[in-house]
Nanobody, 125 residues
């Protein structure tokens, strides 16, 4: 079992930046891939990004590619999502998630089983 706690959300103007962080406890952090998802009002939760257990492999949704960067620090048991050039359509609750696989896989979004409580990101136009 792993417990996840997100932080760093807030209100930012379009074009701005924000950094989300997720602290993990419980299960051995370095043994599984980590990811971020988001859910906008009235929409389904969508995959944003994932990083392998070593941090060496990442994958992004097309909508954030080139603007967001996912990273992890296994020593500190944290995973971060650095977001640049934010757009109003990035407004959502962002969730940290832990996978049941160590590597980044095809259809990666299907491998996540543990979720944090979420942190709100609001981008104003």
């Amino acid at each position: 079992q792993v417990q996840l706690a997100e932080s760093g959300g807030g209100l930012v103007q379009a074009g701005g930046s924000l950094r989300l962080s997720c602290a993990a406890s419980g299960r051995t952090f370095s043994s599984y891939a980590m990811g971020w998802f988001r859910q906008a009002p009235g929409k389904e939760r969508e995959f944003v990004a994932a990083v392998s257990w070593t941090g060496g492999t990442t994958v992004y949704a097309d909508s954030v590619k080139g603007r967001f960067t996912i990273s992890r620090d296994n020593g500190k048991k944290t995973v971060a999502l650095q977001m640049y050039s934010l757009k109003p359509e990035d407004t959502a609750v962002y969730y940290c998630a832990a996978a049941i696989t160590a590597q980044v896989m095809d259809n990666m979004s299907e491998y996540f089983r543990s979720w944090g409580q979420g942190t709100q990101v609001t981008v104003s136009s």
